[in-house]
């Protein structure tokens, strides 16, 4: 559909404002560089018997420039010598194959080729009965992996298990490697997945580092247990910290990480974790444990973390998920950390769910509570809730008929507050009608619900029992219309998408019901567009207003999105519920009026496959006042070169207004070399909140990372034992020393550990580099 001229002149004079936007957008069509790729060349081998035909039984066949038989006992070739069998093929100058015996003797530039190896050696003897093979001054370099060695014999069993004597095994590729083994003896399997070595020393650059007397490593992604990466922090508020991680391999659907952690100020904890897939099944069961934290003197309790995590689906349409933590106290993850929750993290999950799904209902069976952590507002447990959901299909205008009942047990901790049962049930018709050019969405439905409150405190504006019953309209239109546009030579397609709803809930005084799982949401652009100011079912705000909003687009010729600018608000026809006003918890003081609402604006820029701008806002108009706003730009060429410039404000966080800005940077110094960093900046309080700066190192066969990070300390109980001796910011510095090879990865490493390590994270832009 078309729109008039003038319509559109809000998007070419943007476009204006960007000199370069026809370069950029030119851009588009150049693919993006690619990621630094840090892997070890393998080496690939010709078939050496390309010519002769596939041997698919127990025969031999032997090909030569000159042959001769003795005593019709040993036949000799000489002169590019190749013998074929079903299972390997070799290459030599001289070969002799004693016929009675079936053994097989060579010499002179011997290459040997088998499923899972090439071996260059001096000289060679196999014997058929024995189905064994025994070469000597032998390299080898496996198939598709970058390991590979010397040996001063090396032999293949009938298994094809490979035995080398007075061997080495590195997956570098210099001719004097960064690292590699060398042993008295080193046996592969047979299948390429792993080794071990006896008398082993590991050494860097040909220097001895350290001896083992045995070694049991892994060459391909199969799983093994071993001992895996160590990470090692030589400064931190817990002292020197070492951890040595252990896999165990128990079943092929059963293994345990256990990971002793060394603090050199607090002690030695145990990490574990356990994992398990049974059909349709799995989960997780970790447990950290420390048995006394040295660094707190007027308390000798343990400290410890344990989370249970399932999901699984069983008989036809049932689910199951469970996500259960408890911690010791709650300053468990800023003192001591976890790689279950981050260290800013508030609540502890505590879930169980029972799900059916049939094909028009389903039906949930939950119990939930939250272990809440620091100072707060005592929060309910549901025991269980359950809740009914179905939908009927009708024969006219593509509409259905819903319905939706909940019944949810409210349970306290506290011995003062208020418990409840809450019996909700809400049904109606609704009628979507949706064209490619425009949609229109009714709904009319009637909510019903009835509480029985208990424990209520003399006083109290809540009464023992409730009931509300209120109807609900909404309808919800929008037109998409759209036209050819021609800006800097380009050829594009201009969007308008206007979309209007009004919702219609008659006023209801709700003072007299408590509040148990119910908070105000977020009012941005999309948030406008909701039936509910509010979660869950104490407070069913009254509406009588009407939501308008207006998205333009600006698309290329591959129907890729470059602009995206979205505006909208809420005008209330009536008086807004006042009954709600009183209810504390869901007073947001933005200084919205009875009017209307704060506009609600979102701006998407994508300047090429590099450059992303994204920003949105809550603006009051009226006060003149912010309420919420970021803005966000990207910028990544790939993995290894990106940056992130973030500012954020909200006016009332708690009371308080929050302003922060942030700048995360990863960029590849040369070929080897990358640096991560990140600052980020509280500008309410003027002081940093964090900054961390890593070096990475990494090669084709290893890699070595080097950190230093700063974040400052929460402190979520300040009269328990353990804020003894907190400081007011953590700094550490960590080394990570990655050997590739031997463990069956030869992918690339990147940074994004480095990013994830930081207490806000990193969130990768969508249509960067996709």
């Not at 596939?54 to 031999?60: A, G, H, M, R, T």
């Not at 090439?118 to 003897?125: C, Y």
């Not at 207004?657 to 070399?673: D, H, M, P, Y």
Request: glycine share 6%; charged share 20%.
């Amino acid at each position: 559909m078309l729109f008039p001229r003038t319509l559109n002149f809000t998007l070419v004079a943007l476009l204006a404002c960007l000199p370069k936007f026809a370069q950029a957008n030119a851009d588009i069509k150049k693919p993006a560089p690619e990621a630094q790729i840090m892997l070890c060349t393998v080496p690939e081998f010709d078939d050496i018997a390309i010519d002769i035909p596939e041997i698919l039984d127990d025969k031999i066949r032997i090909s030569s420039l000159h042959a001769s038989i003795k005593q019709d006992q040993i036949a000799q070739f000489t002169g590019s010598v190749i013998l074929v069998d079903k299972s390997q093929r070799i290459l030599a100058d001289q070969l002799a194959f004693n016929r009675l015996k079936m053994q097989i003797e060579a010499i002179g530039n011997i290459h040997y080729q088998g499923k899972q190896i090439n071996i260059f050696a001096d000289t060679l003897s196999a014997s058929k009965i024995d189905n064994a093979t025994t070469m000597t001054s032998a390299s080898y370099q496996l198939h598709g992996n970058p390991g590979h060695g010397t040996a001063a014999s090396l032999s293949i069993d009938g298994d094809g298990v490979l035995s080398l004597v007075d061997s080495t095994f590195t997956t570098c590729l210099q001719k004097v490697p960064d690292w590699q083994l060398k042993a008295a003896e080193i046996n592969l399997s047979a299948n390429g997945d792993f080794g071990e070595a006896y008398h082993a020393q590991f050494r860097v650059l040909d220097v001895p580092v350290f001896y083992v007397p045995y070694f049991y490593f892994p060459i391909s992604k199969e799983r093994l247990s071993g001992f895996l990466y160590p990470d090692f922090t030589p400064y931190g508020s817990s002292g020197v910290e070492f951890t040595a991680p252990f896999y165990w391999n128990i079943a092929e659907n059963y293994d345990a990480t256990i990971t002793p952690r060394y603090m050199s100020k607090r002690g030695l904890q145990w990490q574990t974790e356990f994992r398990y897939l049974m059909g349709l099944q799995s989960g997780k069961i970790d447990i950290e444990y420390l048995d006394n934290d040295k660094a707190i003197k007027a308390n000798n309790d343990p400290r410890y973390l344990a989370r249970f995590q399932h999901i699984g689906t069983f008989s036809d349409g049932f689910r199951a998920y469970i996500d259960y933590t408890t911690i010791s106290d709650d300053n468990y993850l800023v003192d001591i950390g976890s790689k279950q929750y981050n260290s800013n993290d508030a609540y502890l999950y505590q879930t169980g769910e029972l799900a059916y799904f049939g094909e028009q209902w389903r039906a949930t069976v939950q119990v939930q509570d939250f272990e809440v952590l620091g100072d707060h507002q005592p929060s309910y447990k549901t025991l269980p809730h359950f809740e009914l959901s179905a939908q009927q299909p009708l024969n006219f205008l593509s509409g259905q008929f819903e319905l939706y009942s909940e019944i949810t047990n409210f349970q306290s901790s506290e011995k003062d507050q208020v418990e409840a049962n809450r019996y909700h049930v809400e049904a109606g018709f609704i009628l979507p009608i949706v064209r490619p050019a425009w949609f229109l969405n009714s709904e009319v439905k009637l909510m019903h619900t009835y509480y029985q409150q208990d424990n209520i405190a003399q006083g109290s504006n809540l009464d023992e029992t409730v009931t509300r019953t209120l109807p609900k309209v909404r309808i919800h239109g929008g037109i998409n219309f759209d036209k050819e546009l021609v800006a800097f030579g380009q050829s594009y397609r201009h969007t308008l998408e206007p979309q209007l709803q009004y919702i219609y809930v008659p006023e209801k005084d709700q003072s007299n019901i408590g509040l148990y799982d119910t908070t105000l949401l977020q009012d941005d652009f999309h948030g406008i567009f909701r039936d509910t100011r509010y979660s869950g079912l104490d407070r069913i705000a009254a509406a009588n207003q009407y939501t308008w909003g207006i998205t333009s687009r600006l698309l290329d010729e591959e129907n890729l999105e470059i602009i995206r600018l979205s505006l909208g608000r809420i005008q209330y026809l009536g008086d807004k519920n006042t009954s709600l006003a009183n209810d504390v918890l869901l007073t947001d003081n933005v200084g919205n009026n009875d009017k209307q609402s704060s506009v609600a604006a979102d701006l998407f820029y994508r300047i090429n496959h590099q450059w992303q701008v994204s920003a949105d806002i809550q603006y009051n108009t009226l006060e003149d006042f912010t309420n919420k706003g970021q803005v966000k730009v990207d910028y990544q060429l790939d993995k290894y070169n990106l940056m992130q410039l973030n500012h954020r404000y909200t006016r009332n966080v708690s009371g308080d207004s929050l302003e922060q800005v942030s700048l995360l940077t990863s960029f590849a110094i040369n070929k080897s070399w990358a640096f991560v960093g990140r600052l980020t900046q509280d500008l309410q309080q003027n002081r940093s909140l964090e900054s961390y700066a890593g070096f990475q190192y990494e090669s084709c066969c290893w890699a070595v990372r080097i950190a230093y990070h700063r974040h400052i300390n929460s402190n979520l109980d300040p009269i328990s034992f353990a804020s003894e001796g907190r400081k007011e910011f953590d700094t550490r510095i960590s080394i990570k020393i990655i050997i590739k090879g031997l463990d069956g990865k030869q992918s690339a490493i990147g940074t994004q550990e480095m990013f994830d390590k930081s207490i806000f994270g990193y969130k990768r832009p969508y249509y960067l580099q996709n």
